[in-house]
């Protein structure tokens, strides 16, 4: 018995020794290639993933066509699931729903019954509750199944058989788009309007040679089912669709409402492909409460059946595309979608194609549908030929016909044996009706004859020759568009595209009523603004052990740039700074300034201000004021710092002359030209220092002298400056007689 055992333990286990790096490689490899080809990538012929494919070939099989009942989508789910996509539920009912949604497939192949989610982002009710059967435009699809138009295979566990692909005369790739990400690659590609497809597929029929713009002269561009506008030119629009990949800017679609005593309301009417509603309403709401949209009095979803998002702006003058612009450019009202024609070529090759390339493909799955349909069709035509000759024979030979029937034993034999007819003809004969004996069926079986012998010359022809193919194929598209325009307005589009000038530059700042302010930074870094433009100081209230540190005197339109000691400036727009009846915010909550970092300095932003930086050190440079805007919390790097070192100073640039100060009380003036003027960088070395750092330093204009203020407030200046003139990089001096003990210029 152990013997037995032990033998059994050989012979069925196998150990085999593989490297670990090449086994994983191997592995990982087909994953990438099952997931490639079997979930994420439209196939080109057909424009469907697996799923879809399955879940419609399942729906013609429970006959769920479009003229007859619904059916429960857990019925529909189990169907597929059991038979043809052993995947999990959720998968299927997801792809299910997403095919009924008008708000995403631009063409729907389902017609949904029940809660099927909306453009809130709200989703669909649990496949128990909802209903589904085919549209018109899935039995187009699905046209030809029984007609041996495509290959069919063995289903996962080989106990059914599906379609390789569908016949889909319907370029469903191109007119409903398709989405997914695979292993080491993506597909994304926008819904497009079918009569613009059409027109492009019949162009290259009647030209195969027609290059990419005369095709972009009938195909204008994607076509969302929520509308909507596309802001590119058509250069870029041209350059995607040759290449197969690029990017959409989609805008919102709006109108101006006029109201009652000069005011206005901006109505959104549409919303950018993909975008829910409810989250981008949302988001501008909780920008409005935190004041990045200070510009905005009132937001309000008035939607129905139809999109109605009302913005109310604070003032009146605003111009309202300047108002729209600023909301373009910070909320989801505009937004960019990637094109990225990624499809399975034959399903199995992934390639990034051209419009042409998918147009091309479509072409000629039309025509490889029409071959085997044709040659399907000639088939049976032989079959029913073969009979009618039998059927023939027996008119012309009746009374013999019967009496063989009536009085042999072995009918069936002796009517082959007597009138050369084949098995197949004399069961037929047998199984005729008596009543099909008459003179006018004998005058139809002639006349069905004829018409099939001539349908078998036309499609003989057919199938030699391939212009005649093309032709047909033309007439099918022409066909398949008169039968899609009784259908609504599916050739209306519903995305305009347009070249818009943008406004360069433009901020919410710009659109802001301008208050005179004054802004307030203490010592331990919290700040805020009083809207009084004139304040005493000293009437100031601080935090218990904080005191002042920057008074700054703004308006509410202006931005505020804050220079940290970590070489990073931060922008904050004056009009979001908490307001003065608190002690404020801290600086660090409003920008990332870390807690180890210190503001050096702060100042109003003006596009033609030129400022000089410089670090502890004495490095520094010249930097546009344009070239220090930050778009984020965490600021923008202009000063590159050594290790140990900080940002020290930050001043305006006021003449020609520039003089520094180190902490050994050597002062050295310059002349402007000798620093380089940089976005960003370490710069140069602006004063030599034995011992000691840079304290501080000013820009100004020879005849005015160097000016200072000591240590009582009161102003020296200092005309004769010739002894400490030099070159940038040199020791300097010893500074003049009577300059702070602070070794700054307290200006």
């Known amino acids: 018995m152990q013997k037995d055992t032990e033998k059994n333990i050989d012979s069925t286990s196998i150990i085999l020794n593989e490297q670990l790096d090449k086994a994983l490689g191997e592995r990982y490899l087909t994953y990438a290639l099952s997931t490639i080809t079997d979930r994420a990538l439209p196939d080109s012929r057909d424009g469907l993933k697996p799923v879809h494919r399955r879940i419609l070939y399942a729906m013609s099989q429970l006959k769920l066509n479009p003229n007859g009942s619904f059916r429960k989508c857990a019925k529909i789910v189990g169907e597929v699931m059991g038979n043809y996509h052993p995947h999990g539920d959720k998968a299927i009912y997801d792809s299910l729903v997403r095919l009924a949604q008008n708000f995403n497939t631009r063409y729907p192949l389902i017609e949904g019954q029940g809660n099927f989610g909306n453009i809130d982002g709200d989703n669909a009710a649990a496949q128990r509750y909802t209903e589904a059967r085919l549209s018109e435009i899935a039995m187009i699809m699905l046209n030809g199944l029984d007609e041996s138009a495509v290959a069919f295979r063995d289903n996962y566990d080989g106990s059914e058989q599906e379609p390789e692909v569908l016949p889909a005369f319907f370029p469903q790739l191109l007119a409903n788009g398709a989405y997914g990400i695979a292993v080491g690659m993506a597909t994304s590609i926008p819904p497009h309007n079918i009569g613009e497809i059409c027109e492009a597929a019949i162009s290259i029929i009647k030209k195969p040679k027609i290059d990419d713009s005369e095709l972009m002269a009938v195909f204008k561009g994607p076509d969302f089912p929520t509308g909507g506008i596309v802001v590119e030119s058509k250069e870029t629009i041209l350059e995607a669709y040759k290449s197969g990949r690029g990017s959409f800017r989609v805008r919102a679609r709006y109108f101006k409402e006029d109201l009652p005593r000069g005011n206005w309301q901006v109505v959104i009417t549409e919303i950018p492909y993909g975008i829910q509603k409810a989250k981008l309403i949302e988001k501008l709401a909780d920008m409005i409460n935190e004041k990045r949209l200070n510009i905005i009095s009132d937001l309000r979803d008035e939607s129905a059946e139809d999109i109605r998002v009302v913005i109310t702006p604070k003032n009146r003058g605003i111009n309202p595309e300047s108002l729209m612009e600023v909301l373009f450019k910070k909320t989801d009202l505009e937004a960019r979608f990637s094109l990225n024609m990624n499809v399975l070529i034959n399903g199995k090759i992934p390639k990034v194609s051209s419009l042409r390339e998918l147009l091309d493909e479509f072409l000629r799955h039309a025509r490889d549908v029409l071959t085997r349909r044709s040659k399907f069709r000639l088939e049976n035509i032989e079959t029913r030929l073969h009979l009618l000759e039998g059927y023939l024979v027996t008119f012309f030979n009746l009374d013999k016909v019967i009496s063989i029937i009536r009085y042999n034993e072995t009918p069936k034999l002796d009517l082959q044996n007597e009138f050369d007819l084949t098995e197949k003809q004399a069961e037929a004969i047998l199984n005729m009706r008596l009543r099909s004996l008459r003179r006018l069926e004998q005058v139809e079986l002639e006349n069905e004859k004829d018409k099939l012998l001539k349908e078998r010359l036309d499609l003989e022809l057919l199938l030699e020759k391939e212009d005649k193919q093309w032709l047909h194929v033309k007439k099918d598209i022409e066909n398949l568009k008169a039968r899609l325009k009784t259908g609504g307005n599916l050739f209306e589009r519903r995305t305009d595209i347009e070249e818009i000038k943008e406004i360069e530059g433009l901020e919410i700042s710009d659109l802001t009523e301008a208050e005179d302010v004054t802004i307030i930074v203490s010592k331990l870094g919290w700040i805020r603004v009083i809207k009084v433009r004139d304040v005493d100081p000293h009437e100031i209230k601080y935090r218990e052990g904080d005191e002042q540190r920057f008074v700054l005197k703004a308006k509410t339109s202006d931005k505020l740039l804050i220079f940290g000691s970590n070489g990073h400036v931060y922008t904050i727009l004056v009009s979001q700074l908490p307001g003065g009846r608190t002690h404020g915010e801290p600086v660090r909550l409003i920008t990332d300034l870390p807690n180890q970092a210190d503001i050096v300095n702060l100042f109003l932003f003006k596009p033609d201000l030129r400022v000089i930086v410089a670090s502890s050190v004495g490095d520094g440079f010249i930097i546009n004021c344009k070239d220090m805007i930050a778009q984020t919390k965490s600021g923008k790097k202009i000063l590159n710092l050594k290790s140990g070192a900080f940002a020290k100073s930050i001043v305006g640039v006021q003449g020609e002359l520039i003089s520094t100060i180190g902490s050994n009380r050597k002062l050295l003036?310059?002349?402007?030209?000798?620093?380089?003027?940089?976005?960003?960088?370490?710069?140069?070395?602006?004063?030599?220092?034995?011992?000691?750092?840079?304290?501080?330093?000013?820009?100004?204009?020879?005849?005015?002298?160097?000016?200072?203020?000591?240590?009582?407030?009161?102003?020296?200046?200092?005309?004769?400056?010739?002894?400490?003139?030099?070159?940038?990089?040199?020791?300097?001096?010893?500074?003049?007689?009577?300059?702070?003990?602070?070794?700054?210029?307290?200006?």
């Open 669 to 747: 003036i310059f002349r402007l030209n000798e620093l380089p003027e940089l976005t960003r960088g370490k710069g140069v070395r602006l004063q030599k220092f034995k011992d000691g750092e840079l304290s501080d330093m000013v820009s100004f204009q020879a005849e005015e002298g160097l000016v200072w203020k000591d240590s009582s407030g009161r102003r020296k200046v200092e005309k004769n400056i010739s002894n400490w003139m030099g070159k940038r990089a040199q020791s300097g001096k010893i500074v003049p007689k009577g300059f702070p003990r602070n070794n700054k210029f307290n200006l």
